[in-house]
């Protein structure tokens, strides 16, 4: 006998067992492969045909699907009315029987092409159940290791799952080596022609997000929120957070004592990686002002039917408003949802930014010798003016 049907029986309680699947699942690839072996052996390709095992004794039956024809010219698809009617007495032509045939025995080819397709769909059952488990986990962080580096692509192990993190989705200079521990953001099941994938990211802005939630407890309760992210993975990201409860601060909740919960989040995507916290507005002009911080800005005008917005800056902050290679306005832009455009007022210092500024204005109210009184060095001048005119008089005195 070239398949052993009772150990294949014992062999699927085991499989089912090992792998963590339902037995009926198991039985049914393995009746499916055994319907394809038969086909092969003592039918053709297109027959129907469905083959049911016991899984106490091993024994096999196929059940042969045939058309009641009047004339038989094909024996393996066809069946004569008359035999048909010794199965079934009211059977007519055009319908179909189903005919009971014992298997006892599959040729070589096809029992080793039945072993091939139950491996291989056990496998693929597998996954799907395990993907099934991990559908829930979308969206959340997860605790891999890293499996292997193909090139630019990681491959990662996710408990009993794998999951594969591309290129776009990994942190810039950031490196990636067998058997590191990190964690990473479940971010999609793609279904592929090998099967489903689990896409795990550490670049996409919603591990920025994931991090904070479990180091900001205050977010579960909704009293602060994230309300949008800007990241360019590795360099720097930007954070609009907000608070729902008068009195909290945002920005100190997200940083926490001494910096501790920010930089929880550092430690994990890299210290390369710079975090600007900033308070988000649903007053756009002030939102746009807020995100492009540290730099300071003078007046930001809204283009609200063109999503864009004007930034005038101090002339000695433009450099800090555009940033290194115009990363703060670029991703201040991405923050907001605004095209911004960063012009220079030449008009205005830092100081016209900040409360200095009506004391500057009222100073230039004033006469400038008002202005000179002010100052030590003037004043020192002015007394030494006033002894030289008193020596003066006393010299015409005695002249006189």
């Known amino acids: 006998?070239?398949?052993?049907?009772?150990?294949?029986?014992?062999?699927?309680?085991?499989?089912?067992?090992?792998?963590?699947?339902?037995?009926?699942?198991?039985?049914d690839v393995v009746q499916q492969a055994l319907a394809a072996a038969w086909r092969r052996d003592y039918g053709d390709r297109e027959q129907e045909v469905r083959v049911a095992m016991n899984l106490n004794t091993g024994e096999v039956t196929a059940f042969v699907t045939k058309e009641i024809v009047d004339q038989v010219e094909d024996e393996r698809t066809q069946i004569s009315k008359g035999d048909a009617q010794v199965m079934r007495k009211n059977a007519q032509v055009g319908e179909t029987v189903e005919i009971v045939q014992k298997v006892e025995d599959f040729g070589r080819v096809a029992a080793q092409t039945a072993k091939q397709v139950i491996l291989q769909r056990l496998r693929e059952a597998e996954r799907e159940i395990v993907l099934a488990e991990y559908e829930d986990k979308i969206g959340t962080l997860v605790n891999g290791v890293v499996n292997r580096v193909e090139g630019r692509l990681v491959r990662v192990e996710l408990g009993r799952a794998q999951g594969i993190m591309p290129a776009s989705e990994q942190i810039q200079n950031e490196r990636y080596y067998p058997g590191q521990r990190l964690k990473f953001f479940l971010k999609d099941v793609e279904k592929g022609f090998r099967g489903p994938q689990l896409i795990v990211s550490r670049g996409s802005k919603e591990f920025i997000d994931q991090l904070f939630r479990g180091e900001v407890p205050e977010m579960e309760n909704n009293s602060v929120e994230i309300k949008e992210v800007a990241r360019e993975a590795g360099v720097r990201s930007k954070i609009a957070v907000s608070s729902n409860v008068p009195g909290v601060d945002p920005v100190g909740t997200f940083v926490g004592g001494h910096g501790t919960r920010i930089n929880a989040v550092r430690d994990e995507i890299g210290n390369q990686e710079m975090i600007d916290i900033v308070v988000w507005n649903e007053d756009p002009a002030t939102f746009v002002a807020n995100a492009m911080k540290p730099a300071n800005i003078a007046k930001v005008?809204?283009?609200?039917?063109?999503?864009?917005?004007?930034?005038?800056?101090?002339?000695?902050?433009?450099?800090?408003?555009?940033?290194?290679?115009?990363?703060?306005?670029?991703?201040?832009?991405?923050l907001t949802g605004y095209e911004l455009d960063v012009e220079a007022d030449k008009q205005q210092s830092t100081q016209d930014t900040v409360e200095e500024a009506p004391a500057k204005a009222e100073a230039e109210e004033k006469p400038a010798s008002d202005n000179m009184e002010s100052k030590p060095v003037v004043q020192k001048l002015k007394k030494k003016s006033e002894l030289e005119n008193s020596l003066l008089e006393a010299i015409e005195e005695h002249g006189q």
Do not use: C, H, T
């Open 301 to 334: 005008v809204i283009n609200e039917a063109n999503k864009k917005a004007v930034v005038i800056v101090p002339e000695d902050q433009l450099s800090i408003a555009i940033g290194k290679s115009g990363q703060n306005v670029r991703l201040a832009g991405k």
């Open 1 to 27: 006998m070239e398949m052993d049907f009772k150990q294949l029986a014992q062999a699927i309680k085991v499989i089912a067992e090992e792998k963590n699947l339902p037995e009926e699942q198991v039985q």
